[in-house]
Every structure is written in C-alpha cells, then in structure tokens.
C-alpha cells in the first residue's frame, strides 16, 4: 500500500480500538479537538494502531491540546515526522525524541516547566541524543516574540541534535543563536550545518 491516511477528532479516534493500522509507504495521522480525554485511553489506541509503522518511509503525526496528557508517552516505532500543538515541557520533549529515533522533523510548543536551570547548561561538555531530527520548530505563545523560551530552547537542542540542519519558528532571534554558534563552533563543528529561519505571526 502506497499511502494512508487518518484525520479525526479525538473521540471518534479513540473508538477505533483493536485497528492496527497495514504497513504502508507514507501513513498520516492527524488528531484534532478542544476538549481534553482520556490520555490512557487515547494512548493505548494509538500505539496500537501505529504498531506496523516501523515498515513506513514516512510517518506523520499531528496531534492537538485534547491529549496534552499522555503525548510524552506515545510509541510510534517509524514516526519521522511530528507536530504538537499541544504546550511541550523539557521532560515531555526528551521523552518524544528518545521514544523516536527516525524522528527527521519536530514541531512543537514550548512550556516553561522545567527549563528555568537549562539557561547556562551550554557551558558544561555535551553528548548527542541517539536520533535523526533535522529540522525544528519551536513556539512560545505565552511572550512575546522572539522569546526568551523559545531561545533556551532551541540552544539545548542544537548542541544535542548531531543531524541539525534547519531551525525556524515565530520570530526566531537568528541573531543571538548565530553568536551562540560562533562561540560553541569548535566544540560542536556540527553548529556549522544549522540554518535559522524566522516567521512573523
């Protein structure tokens, strides 16, 4: 099978329960809705029904605030792709990309929670995460752009993502993180690769 693909709100996703999904080139899932659910629920859903995404060439996953809850948590063996327009925090975005190694493209919102001891974190010798992210966006809707969130944020990425080549978002302070490449460039030569691109909102 060449393509599939799945968009629905996140009640009627959650009654496709014991559907495993056929292996496919490219599978597309995007999961939409205001009112929260039941994260345990909508978890054991989705695991399940991305079980042979592993086979994929590419796997995309849109997901909104519904399932804020449990996205820290979900398990889709062959997602390269993944947008969260859901408010991220530090040990929810570690979870994500240690659980998705073929991950190539992460977009996400920024929650301060966690992040205020990272600031100076760049100082001390950093070992790579084991994965394949390429490009990055990060949001911070909560300040004004560009913020300082979405700037600490994207500092620990960079020196973390061996594979780093495009980081973008709304109003990206290009500025501050070229000097924060000219300086960490000889520990990190990989900061040479990475392009910045800003968005107005």
């Not at 079980?51 to 979900?74: A, F, K, M, P, Q």
């Not at 390269?80 to 190694?101: G, K, Q």
Request: proline share 4%.
């Amino acid at each position: 099978m060449d393509k599939i693909s799945i968009k629905a709100d996140a009640k009627t996703f959650m009654t496709f329960t014991n559907v495993v999904l056929p292996a496919a080139r490219s599978t597309i899932c995007k999961v939409f809705g205001d009112e929260p659910v039941d994260g345990s629920r909508f978890l054991s859903v989705f695991n399940q029904l991305m079980r042979n995404s592993l086979g994929c060439e590419s796997v995309i996953v849109n997901i909104t605030d519904c399932v804020s809850s449990c996205v820290g948590t979900l398990r889709c063996p062959g997602l390269t792709n993944l947008e969260l327009n859901v408010m991220v925090d530090f040990n929810t975005m570690n979870a994500i990309i240690a659980n998705h190694p073929r991950l190539i493209k992460l977009w996400l919102t920024a929650s301060s929670k966690g992040w205020s001891e990272k600031e100076d974190e760049s100082r001390q010798s950093i070992a790579p995460l084991n994965t394949s992210i390429r490009e990055v966006r990060i949001d911070d809707y909560t300040a004004r752009n560009p913020s300082s969130l979405q700037t600490t944020v994207l500092k620990y990425l960079m020196l973390r993502l061996p594979a780093l080549h495009r980081v973008y978002g709304l109003a990206v302070d290009s500025s501050r993180l070229q000097q924060f490449v000219s300086k960490h460039l000889p520990e990190y030569p990989q900061l040479a690769n990475i392009r910045f691109e800003s968005e107005s909102g």
